[in-house]
């Protein structure tokens, strides 16, 4: 089976492009979540959604980000426009709606460097 | 949502049993206890979730006391390969909620 996949695996924009991150999870998990860990900080929560439902977006830095999940397959994560702070790695993570114990499998992560 | 405590960092000898203690003083009733294993460009990766008393699965076990209000994850015999970023998640995984990762124990294992 496979795991979540992150795409891309790094991306280099410059300041003031767009960016799209894009998640695809586990097939079957209705939880999708979306990280971030900016350089030296810790990994912090961006939003969760639960099938194609924004769950929880408190995480959400400001408006230029913006996620979606279509159908509640894959999500995507749009960056508009980019700037310098918005540097780091994107996880997203997918789980189950739960019945007893849950984990969370995590992609690789998206490496994002604004110039 | 809980907030989570662990030692920054620790070192152990090849062979050794390890134990990461981690303290959860605000859980709540429905929270469970996570740990994570992180490497270097890697994304977070499941090592054990239990509730309460003690949980064990083929690479850790996982100590509760009766208060919840610390865990304690053990790894036996630990090697080279798992030197990495432990994280101590606390949260409604049933209800979905986000998982909060702290700043975790980074564990060096030496030859």
């Known amino acids: 089976e496979a795991g979540v996949t992150q795409f891309p695996s790094h991306s280099v924009i410059e300041k003031g492009q767009t960016v799209t991150l894009r998640c695809d999870p586990i097939?079957?998990?209705?939880?999708l979540y979306w990280y971030r860990r900016v350089m030296g900080k810790e990994i912090k929560f961006l939003l969760h959604?639960?099938?194609?439902?924004?769950?929880?977006e408190s995480g959400m830095p400001n408006n230029r980000f913006l996620a979606e999940r279509t159908g509640g397959t894959y999500s995507t994560l749009k960056v508009q426009p980019a700037e310098l702070e918005d540097s780091g790695v994107y996880f997203c993570?997918?789980?189950?709606?739960?019945?007893?114990?849950?984990?969370?499998?995590f992609g690789q992560g998206t490496r994002l460097t604004v110039v | 949502l809980a907030k989570t405590t662990q030692p920054i960092s620790m070192d152990s000898y090849e062979g050794q049993e390890v134990n990461i203690t981690c303290s959860h003083n605000?859980?709540?009733?429905?929270?469970?206890i996570t740990w994570y294993q992180q490497f270097p460009s890697q994304g977070p990766r499941f090592i054990i979730q239990?509730?309460?008393t003690k949980v064990t699965n083929e690479v850790a076990s996982l100590f509760i006391p009766a208060d919840r209000k610390s865990s304690t994850l053990s790894l036996p015999r630990v090697s080279l390969s798992d030197t990495a970023v432990y994280y101590c998640l606390v949260g409604d995984v049933l209800a979905g909620n986000m998982l909060t990762f702290g700043g975790g124990t980074r564990l060096m294992v030496k030859p």
């Open positions: 959604f639960v099938k194609e439902s924004k769950q929880d």
């Open positions: 097939s079957g998990h209705d939880n």
């Open positions: 605000n859980i709540a009733t429905n929270d469970y």
């Open positions: 993570a997918s789980s189950l709606v739960g019945q007893g114990n849950t984990e969370a499998f």
């Open positions: 239990g509730y309460k």
